[in-house]
């Protein structure tokens, strides 16, 4: 069955600096996606990055990018440069099929 | 711009109550899912659908059924509601396939008293 694993309830970041956010998954799928969301405390949850599972390079959008290890079951966000305003829930999840697993979340915060 | 909408941000019900929980996406997306969200649990999903009138149970599918007669909306029923299905509601589309991130709603808060 698969499983998502975010060891992380909280953090917490300095303004500019970088953090990164666990991910492990487990699946017997060959093909699967990836995916990071963010959830503000107003509530609505933002896509933020999707790495495929057959993808070679790590995924980037702009300030977040995809530490993604296959081999290890890990797809770790990687987010640089922190602002004020990346004060959020951020969610991991995997897709197989119809379905998507999402974990507990982290909760990260940016002190200014 | 894409668009999920929810019928209620908020929403108080009764014991026993029948709830309808509504969902309208304006991006022709095939897939549709409703979750519930609780602290520390993530979100969990309750039912979806790939197409109009198909439905799949999701991993929490007791106490809800799920209604799709258009493709652009997807319901949520809670036949009887119980004060343990207070919690947060969140519906989302999707192209269908795993490879496309899930645009969601802006949920919808229930209490059941």
């Known amino acids: 069955a698969q499983k998502i694993t975010q060891t992380q309830p909280g953090m917490f970041v300095q303004e500019k600096e970088a953090v990164t956010l666990d991910c492990t998954y487990d699946?017997?799928?060959?093909?699967?996606?990836l995916f990071w969301y963010k959830q503000p405390s107003s509530g609505e949850m933002i896509f933020l990055i999707y790495?495929?599972?057959?993808?070679?390079q790590n995924a980037t959008e702009g300030r977040y990018s995809l530490n993604f290890q296959k081999a290890r079951k890990s797809a770790n966000l990687v987010i640089s440069a922190s602002q004020l305003g990346d004060s959020a829930m951020y969610f991991c999840a995997q897709s197989a099929g119809f379905k998507t697993i999402f974990g507990a979340g982290t909760r990260l915060f940016v002190k200014a | 711009d894409v668009k999920v909408t929810q019928s209620s941000r908020y929403l108080v019900k009764r014991t026993g109550e029948k709830v309808f929980l509504e969902c309208v996406q304006d991006m022709d997306h095939e897939n549709m899912f409703w979750y519930r969200q609780d602290p520390g649990l993530g979100l969990r999903l309750i039912y979806f659908?790939?197409?109009?009138?198909?439905?799949e149970k999701g991993d929490i599918p007791e106490g809800y059924s799920v209604s799709r007669e258009k493709k652009e909306r997807f319901s949520l029923i809670l036949e009887s509601a119980s004060t343990n299905q207070t919690s947060m509601y969140l519906c989302?589309?999707?192209?269908?396939?795993?490879?496309?991130?899930?645009?969601f709603g802006p949920g919808t808060r229930l209490t059941v008293t």
């Open positions: 989302a589309s999707s192209l269908s396939g795993p490879y496309y991130e899930q645009y």
């Open positions: 699946t017997s799928d060959p093909s699967y996606g």
């Open positions: 790495q495929g599972s057959y993808d070679q």
């Open positions: 659908s790939y197409d109009v009138k198909m439905k």
